[in-house]
């Protein structure tokens, strides 16, 4: 008796510790990261990136971007988006006044019928070399591998977030809502051990 008393109170505490962490997992933070303040930027301005883009990827071309006029934009963010087709859009925040990149973002409107796979996979390509971008030691092929794994993980999740050195990786999978794939730079610092070590 005491044995399975053991056991059940085992598996209720596993398992709350599983629904917190995925909890954690898949809800998106109460605000964007990329708007709190002092967040970092990538060291490039959206008209640099769309023209390096471009030429990088001349079958994907990427449009002018327009503002949004938006209440949640804060003083020191602007938002702007690139209309690619009718399901699929590039968006992006900017820094007020050098308009460097704070998250680039693609999203795909998912649609039924016979072009809903041709459409996902040209949105597979736009995301695979946003990714490649903003990483360029990464091949076409790593790129799109790196994109599937990501994609993986995020499935079916409001939001998930890897980090990979100075760069967060972002999937928000709201399922016949929409797929959104972001960059975003981040803060690197050193370790107090590393810091102390100087």
Same mark, same amino acid.
């Not at 030691?137 to 994109?147: D, E, I, N």
């Given at each position: 008796?005491?044995?399975w008393f053991?056991l ?11 629904v917190?962490l995925?909890?954690?997992? *898949?809800?998106? =933070?109460?605000t964007?990261p990329?708007?709190? =303040? ?6 490039? /301005?959206? /008209?640099l990136?769309r023209e390096?883009f ?13 503002a949004?006029?938006? *209440?949640?934009? #804060?003083p020191n963010?602007t938002?702007?988006? /690139? ?8 968006? *992006?925040?900017?820094?007020?006044? #050098? ?6 973002q ?8 016979p072009?809903?796979?041709a ?7 736009y995301?695979?070399a946003?990714?490649?971008?903003? #990483?360029p ?5 790593? /790129?799109?591998?790196?994109?599937q794994?990501? %994609? ?26 929409? %797929? $959104? ?11 107090? $051990? %590393?810091g102390?070590?100087n």
């Open positions: 008796m005491k044995m053991h059940i109170w085992l598996g209720l505490t596993l398992s709350c510790a599983s917190s995925r909890a954690a997992e *898949t809800s998106a =933070p109460a964007a990329y708007v709190m =303040p002092g967040a970092p930027s990538f060291d490039q /301005s959206i /008209s990136f390096g471009n030429s990088d990827n001349p079958t994907l071309s990427l449009n002018e971007f327009r949004i006029d938006g *209440t949640r934009d #804060t963010l938002r702007a988006a /690139s209309k690619i087709n009718e399901n699929l859009y590039a968006s *992006t925040a900017l820094e007020r006044g #050098t308009l460097k990149i704070k998250s680039m693609i999203t795909w409107l998912p649609i039924q019928g072009e809903q796979k459409a996902k996979a040209k949105a597979l390509e995301m695979s946003i990714l490649r971008a903003f #990483t030691a990464l091949t076409k092929s790593q /790129s799109q591998q790196k994109l794994k990501l %994609l993986a993980a995020g499935k079916n999740k409001r939001y998930y977030a890897e980090t990979e050195g100075a760069v967060r990786y972002v999937v928000a999978d709201n399922g016949e809502k929409g %797929l $959104t794939f972001a960059v975003e730079p981040i803060k690197l610092a050193l370790s107090e $051990t %590393l102390g070590a």
